[in-house]
T-cell receptor, first 117, second 111 residues
Framework: GAVVSQHPSWVICKSGTSVKIECRSL??????MFWYRQFPKQSLMLMAT?????????EQGVEKDKFLINHASLTLSTLTVTSAHPEDSSFYIC?????????????FGQGTRLTVV | QKEVEQDPGPLSVPEGAIVSLNCTYS??????FMWYRQYSRKGPELLMY????GNKEDGRFTAQVDKSSKYISLFIRDSQPSDSATYLC???????????FGKGTRLSVIA
């Protein structure tokens, strides 16, 4: 199946600093990628939809100035958590949908566990 | 009512048992249905994908979609301890919209 690579898999940062998470589609082009957040024992909550070459679309309640998304190419989307605080500690996951012959499938990166201390 | 409902479990079964996992949904426009398996501290891994109604089988896994009842199922035959994970159902109405997820069901298969 299609491969989505997410990096880093885990990161610890100090409160007030910024962290960048990369999401790459390795063997296909992804015009659209999605960023999710998952708290322990909770489901995935969509944060934003990232479109190549245009501004991301954020879900209600997600601060666009705090969670900066850049989708500069068809194979790379980045999420930057700016001025991170302990409450931003979570598991962040990116996803890309692959258009096949008659349908589409969605593949996920490995996820990034962010801990803000 | 939430768009997708899924019993969070936990569900504990003996090795070799048949496992049935289910989700219900309210949006009749959903056409794409997926099941993901997620191990602890890992991203979700696509297990099964179904478009519209019907059944799909892949090895020990069978996915069923009943659009008239807005009900989807995942069956795992001859369950193994390695199947212990959280299983998430997900669905969407088109090929380019984000998926809506269930809360996930935590499954433990006991040897």
């Amino acid at each position: 199946g299609a491969v989505v690579s997410q990096h880093p898999s885990w990161v610890i940062c100090k409160s007030g600093t910024s962290v960048k998470i990369e999401c790459r589609s390795l063997d296909f082009q992804a015009t659209t990628m999605f960023w999710y957040r998952q708290f322990p024992k909770q489901s995935l909550m969509l944060m934003a939809t990232s479109n190549e070459g245009s501004k991301a679309t954020y879900e209600q309640g997600v601060e666009k100035d705090k969670f900066l998304i850049n989708h500069a190419s068809l194979t790379l989307s980045t999420l930057t958590v700016t001025s991170a605080h302990p409450e931003d500690s979570s598991f962040y996951i990116c996803s890309a949908r692959v258009v096949l012959e008659l349908n589409t499938e969605a593949f996920f990166g490995q996820g990034t566990r962010l801990t803000v201390v | 009512q939430k768009e997708v409902e899924q019993d969070p479990g936990p569900l504990s079964v003996p090795e070799g048992a048949i496992v049935s996992l289910n989700c219900t949904y309210s949006n009749s426009a959903f056409q794409y249905f997926m099941w993901y398996r997620q191990y602890s501290r890992k991203g979700p891994e696509l297990l099964m994908y179904t478009y519209s109604s019907g059944n799909k089988e892949d090895g020990r896994f069978t996915a069923q979609v009943d659009k008239s009842s807005k009900y989807i199922s995942l069956f795992i035959r001859d369950s193994q301890p390695s199947d212990s994970a959280t299983y998430l159902c997900a669905m969407s109405d088109s090929g380019n919209t984000p998926l809506v997820f269930g809360k996930g069901t935590r499954l433990s298969v006991i040897a």
